[in-house]
């Protein structure tokens, strides 16, 4: 099992930027592709953005591209999201997860998951 906690998850205005971890600890093999998603209340949940491990490839939805940039540390086995000029339609329960899958993007090759970050931007 590869276990996986978020953190920095908020409250902020719109225009304002944050940045979630997610760290991985246990079987870390599994974790070749790290992945964010999202689910915003009523709506199925997306992809977000994915690093490869192997090599540092990074993949993104359209349209998070130009404001979310997502980063990896292999030594602290740790992924991170950076979400700049957030909206209010960015409010949404970010969730990390990890995959054995190199470089995928679909959501289902993702069997870990971490409990879930909440990102609120007020208008």
């Known amino acids: 099992q590869v276990q996986l906690v978020e953190s920095g998850g908020g409250l902020v205005q719109a225009g304002a930027s944050l940045r979630l971890s997610c760290a991985a600890s246990g079987r870390i093999f599994v974790t070749n592709t790290m992945g964010w998603f999202r689910q915003a209340p009523g709506k199925e949940r997306e992809f977000v953005a994915a690093n490869s491990r192997n090599t540092g490839s990074t993949y993104y939805a359209d349209s998070f591209k130009g404001r979310f940039t997502i980063t990896r540390d292999n030594a602290k086995n740790t992924v991170y999201l950076q979400m700049n000029s957030l909206k209010p339609e960015d409010t949404a329960v970010y969730y990390c997860?990890?995959?054995?899958?190199?470089?995928?993007?679909?959501?289902?090759?993702?069997?870990?998951w971490g409990q879930g970050s909440q990102v609120t931007v007020s208008s």
């Open positions: 997860a990890a995959s054995l899958v190199p470089g995928t993007q679909e959501m289902t090759d993702f069997p870990a």
